[in-house]
């Protein structure tokens, strides 16, 4: 009854001192600064409701962004800048006890320690909202961890507790060059669109795989006729698919925008990116058609040529785009999109001077049903894998959509790298599945199963030194694609947990890939389904709700998954090995 009737600061004294607040505070290691905050609001007004009134106004304002015209001063927590930009940021009281809230050196617990990461990822958030100045304010008497961090590498600083007399402060530095503007929305733009792209791209890949598979078995038997048909068939099926694909992306590219939650800011730039990336899908398509063509021919050497031109065309043209002419978004889409078509042209001058002993003729292109539901009983469950997988990313993705600007781009980057590192791994699918074929096709399934378990062993060599050395690299490789320290620290901790996939995932795809050559494309369907179903969505939603201030834990759901599949994967072969009913034709 007394409390309503009290002066406002008076009230909060009560609360902290009388109710036993203060205690309850110290008790638990939370901050008691707040409290000498509400007491000075609350000397400006006369009751514990007109304070209340106050603090809901205060909350809207920042909230809500509302400045009133011709504001020169903005008054913002670290949490309510991020993702935006000012020309010059002042970060008040940035002193040990305060922020950090406690240094590192005092941490106890892991409870303390996960604290103190999130506060330099909060003042490394802080000090990237600078386009031209930053200002930190510290105090001469109280030490300063994070001020002193930053300084120490100016040239001729000196700390100033260990360099200073007593009572005197050292002049301010000389002005430094403005900071860099660092365009995270561009960033994640592509990176959301990237994993859109991927997605469709590897459903090709996979319908492409009943291509190679037959195709394999026909050269394996010899029977050169089966496999004109096969690539005629394969031709006519893919462009209808991807003509198909455009239409309807096209005409629904921003509502599939809102579906994946991409950030506000990064909306404008992903539309732009997809637009051109949908247009550009027959060509897409048609790359992946001559590829599988060549695989299922045992020639592996002239898809990697085709795709080395594309990805030299693909780098000079992202720094032509996004650097000097500066586009962008639009600019990394246009570069995928003009480099694949070169690589297609490329890969048709290079079909006519390639001597197959292959005669297609229009007959061939025509389709046929028996041919068709050949093809796409292999294919089909790849594709449908492999899209369901892509699907597990950009739900994952989404994740890390709603956790803000700075943790989207920093997934949406490590997401790149991946994909870079992956192809070895990935590569054990096609090219297990190309040569267990032939091997079957030609009546020695002894030569496919060393075909398997070599691809494992390499794939499994490949993964340890993958991750060896970005554990090593990982702030230097993470830098070059961004000025962003807390993306960078953010996109570390993620990409340690994310990298060890590369040991595990080589080997299940080594077997998708064996399996899909014995005609049991389906098991590799069912293995991925139940990784992402059981481990990899689930494992990533807990981990960012129970994990807030770091992506490590999310990065390490992927490995856990792909673990799964590799036990069920072992666990088929070894039983159907034991039953005979492994080398069942495609």
Not at 265 to 274: I, K, S
Request: aromatic share 6%.
């Amino acid at each position: 009854a007394r409390l309503p009737k009290m002066a406002a600061d008076d009230a909060v004294r009560f609360l902290a001192d009388q109710l036993g607040y203060g205690k309850y505070l110290d008790k638990n290691g939370m901050d008691r600064t707040k409290l000498a905050v509400l007491e000075m609001l609350g000397a400006q007004e006369p009751t514990p409701r007109h304070l209340l009134r106050r603090l809901e106004k205060l909350r809207s304002i920042i909230q809500n962004h509302e400045n009133p015209p011709g504001c020169r001063f903005l008054l913002s927590t670290i949490h309510s800048a991020k993702g935006l930009e000012y020309d010059r940021v002042i970060l008040l009281d940035v002193l040990d006890g305060i922020l950090p809230a406690k240094p590192e050196l005092c941490c106890r617990t892991p409870g303390e320690t996960q604290q103190y990461e999130e506060d330099r990822r909060l003042f490394y958030v802080a000090m990237t909202r600078a386009r031209q100045q930053l200002v930190l304010f510290d105090c001469a008497a109280e030490r300063s961890t994070f001020v002193d961090e930053v300084l120490s590498g100016l040239p001729g600083h000196r700390t100033r507790h260990d360099a200073e007399p007593a009572g005197r402060r050292t002049p301010p530095p000389a002005a430094r060059a403005p900071l860099p503007p660092v365009d995270v929305d561009s960033i994640t733009a592509v990176a959301n669109g990237s994993q859109v792209m991927h997605m469709l791209t590897v459903i090709i890949v996979g319908l492409a795989m009943g291509s190679t598979v037959i195709i394999g078995h026909a050269v394996g038997a010899d029977n050169m006729r089966d496999a004109e048909a096969a690539i005629g068939n394969t031709v006519t099926l893919f462009m209808a698919v991807s003509l198909g694909f455009t239409a309807v992306l096209v005409a629904a590219v921003r509502p599939l925008v809102g579906l994946i939650g991409v950030p506000a800011e990064a909306v404008p730039g992903t539309v732009q990116y997809l637009t051109i990336c949908f247009i550009g899908i027959p060509f897409i398509t048609a790359y992946n058609i001559i590829s599988s063509v060549f695989r299922g021919l045992g020639d592996s050497k002239s898809p990697m040529y085709f795709i080395a031109v594309a990805c030299a065309a693909n780098i000079a043209l992202d720094i032509l785009f996004i650097g000097p002419m500066a586009l962008g978004p639009v600019g990394a889409a246009l570069g995928t999109t003009l480099s694949q078509t070169l690589s297609v042209i490329v890969a048709l001058f290079g079909i006519r001077r390639h001597k197959t002993g292959l005669r297609l003729s229009r007959q061939n292109f025509r389709p046929r049903k028996g041919m068709l539901g050949r093809i796409l009983k292999i294919g089909l469950p790849v594709a449908v894998q492999d899209g369901c997988i892509q699907v597990a990313f950009i739900i994952i993705t989404i994740i890390a959509n709603h956790r803000g600007l700075i943790d989207s781009a920093a997934v949406g980057i490590v997401e790149k790298i991946i994909s870079a590192m992956f192809i070895v791994p990935s590569s054990m699918l096609a090219t297990v599945s190309a040569l267990s074929s032939q091997n079957l096709g030609a009546g020695t399934p002894e030569r496919a199963a060393q075909t398997l378990k070599y691809a494992a062993m390499i794939a499994t060599g490949y993964g340890i030194a993958v991750v060896l050395v970005i554990e090593l690299v990982a702030e230097p490789l993470l830098g070059c694609f961004t000025t962003d320290a807390a993306v960078v620290l953010m996109g570390c901790q993620y990409i340690r947990g994310y990298i060890v996939d590369t040991i595990f995932a080589g080997i299940h795809f080594s077997f998708t890939g064996y399996f899909a050559a014995c005609g049991k494309s389906y098991i590799g369907f069912l293995h991925n389904i139940i990784a992402i179903v059981l481990v990899r969505v689930p494992g990533s939603y807990l981990a960012s709700r129970l994990f807030a201030g770091t992506l490590l834990p999310m990065g390490l759901a992927a490995p856990a998954g792909s673990l799964l599949s590799v036990m069920i994967c072992v666990a088929a072969y070894r039983w159907m090995k034991r039953r005979g009913t492994l080398y069942t034709a495609a």
